[in-house]
């Protein structure tokens, strides 16, 4: 039998044809799978793009650093997360802006905010400097700083190196009193971030709470110049200036323009702004008002501690018996903060409380007893043997109380330190031994700081050495010291009927001496340089 050939009565073919209407179907289903996977990928792109959009834009607004602009950059990390909630840089940097508006501005519903999102982010495993600079921030608030500062070591050992870190590291060692070294970190800091207002504020204030006023002021100017519209540098730097004795009417216009923003003010910028009215109703002799600006400023923000310390001041000022207890209080609320201890006792001593001021410089010791400073080869010393500041403060207040011998052993710890207090520790040594009528020993330290050149910078240690060359019987070199002295007198704004008296006064102890010719040259030459 002839094999068939699959026709008509033969037998089929095994392979079924494809029909065309189900290759049409299988193609369109690979159209549509292809079409959404198009649409997926260009949707996945698009959101990052969002994302990416979002994310840059708070970061700038964060930079800014007033309220409203970390406001707006957590607006717009609420609209990142809708699009993606797994953002986890975008989850650290929500932690750390809300712990600014917490700790800085002292906003407390941004607490729960802050370590919410600082959870999120770790859970997440975001590697950037916000989520390690928060996490830091929220320890030493957390009274915990020697754990925050272990903490940052380690992530220094793991190479982790940011300005977001050196800030963190700089707050860290302030609340640890390492004062020196916070220093350097926060320098570290500003010189990366040179853009930000954010960190030579914190560095200016810093050093306004150690009372160096005018690098206070150098690094708030730094700050305005990065931002001139932002609002904390543009008060404390008000602030820093009125301690400096200066910027009277630039620190009065500064509160008349916060008072018209004051909607845009948080606690912590309202109660500086209460705090820098009371400093300039201080420097213009106002206490009461000073007083009543200082705790309304308190009524806002109670940590603001220089407020308490304006009050204190006011008290002090008005010989007020409550002023030790309000010094205390505002030490309590800043320990580690010098400016309070150092500026406060000449205040308590002046105000006739020279037990209190040395009760306010014992606690000063008690807090820094135990930091350590280093030291050439490797070593470290105790930073109270560097601390030459705190030894004539000391020293001062001693020789006050008439324990002479106590304050003769705070100037020679003074000089020992060879700090920045040197000159002012000689002269105060100096003067003690004349008070004893030792002038062989006095000499030498004032000659030091009082050179003939007339290059000293101390009016009053060529005043003393006018004293001591009298009391030798050397009445021509006596005069031009005093001569010299009157110069830096009159150069530093002393006024012309105060440099007056002290020019008759010269003439009668010269006249008395039974020197009337040189008193005679004295008198002329002295009217000449107050003409």
Excluded at 201 to 218: I, K, R, S, T
Excluded at 230 to 238: E, F, I, M, N
Excluded at 495 to 508: A, D, G, H, I, Y
């Amino acid at each position: 039998m002839a094999a068939t050939d699959g026709n008509h009565g033969g037998q089929r073919d095994w392979r079924r044809r494809e029909s065309l209407p189900s290759a049409l179907l299988q193609v369109g289903v690979v159209a549509v799978l292809l079409a959404g996977a198009v649409t997926y990928v260009v949707h996945r792109g698009s959101v990052r793009q969002q994302v990416e959009a979002r994310m840059k834009a708070a970061r700038t607004l964060a930079q800014r650093d007033n309220p409203a602009d970390l406001s707006k950059a957590l607006t717009e990390l609420d609209a990142l997360f809708q699009l993606d909630g797994e953002a986890r840089d975008a989850q650290a940097l929500a932690a750390e802006v809300n712990t600014r508006l917490w700790l800085e501005h002292r906003q407390p519903e941004a607490e729960a905010r802050a370590r919410e999102h600082l959870a999120r982010a770790e859970a997440l495993d975001s590697r950037s400097g916000e989520r390690y600079g928060a996490r830091a921030m929220v320890l030493v608030a957390e009274g915990k700083a020697a754990e925050a500062e272990k903490y940052l070591e380690e992530l220094k050992t793991q190479g982790a190196k940011s300005p977001k870190l050196a800030l963190a590291e700089a707050q860290t060692l302030l609340a640890r009193g390492r004062l020196s070294d916070a220093r350097q970190a926060f320098s570290r800091a500003s010189e990366t971030a040179w853009r930000e207002p954010r960190y030579p504020v914190a560095h200016g204030e810093a050093l306004l709470d150690e009372g160096m006023y005018a690098q206070a002021a150098e690094a708030l100017k730094k700050a305005t110049a990065a931002n001139p519209d932002h609002l904390r540098a543009r008060l404390s730097l008000a602030l820093a200036r009125l301690y400096q004795g200066e910027g009277r009417d630039e620190a009065a216009k500064t509160v008349s323009d916060m008072k018209a923003r004051e909607a845009e003010l948080t606690p912590a910028l309202k109660a500086r702004a209460s705090t820098v009215r009371a400093a300039l109703a201080l420097a213009e002799g106002r206490t009461d008002e000073a007083r009543k600006d200082a705790e309304e400023a308190l009524a806002t923000s109670p940590d603001e501690h220089h407020a308490l310390f304006i009050r204190a001041r006011a008290l002090a000022l008005n010989k007020d018996p409550g002023a030790r207890a309000a010094f205390q209080e505002a030490v309590a609320k800043r320990r580690t903060a010098p400016l309070l201890y150092l500026d406060g006792a000449p205040a308590l001593q002046q105000a006739g409380d020279g037990e209190g001021a040395l009760a306010l410089l014992d606690g000063y010791e008690a807090v820094f007893r135990d930091v350590q400073v280093p030291a050439p080869e490797g070593k470290t010393v105790a930073a109270l043997e560097r601390d030459d500041r705190y030894w004539l403060a000391r020293g001062r207040v001693l020789e006050a109380l008439a324990r002479a011998d106590d304050a003769m052993a705070a100037y020679d710890r003074a000089l020992a330190a060879k700090g920045v207090s040197m000159a002012r520790a000689q002269y105060a040594k100096a003067s003690l031994l004349m008070a004893r009528k030792d002038y062989d020993a006095a000499r030498p330290l004032l000659v030091e700081v009082a050179p003939e050149n007339g290059m000293g910078s101390m009016p009053e240690a060529y005043e003393a050495l006018g004293d001591l060359l009298f009391a030798k019987g050397e009445f021509a070199n006596g005069c031009q010291s005093y001569f010299l002295g009157m110069s830096r007198f009159r150069l530093q704004g002393m006024p012309r009927e105060t440099l007056k008296e002290k020019v008759s006064n010269v003439e009668q102890r010269l006249v008395a001496a039974g020197q009337s010719s040189i008193a005679k040259a004295w008198r002329t030459e002295a009217e000449a340089l107050l003409q």
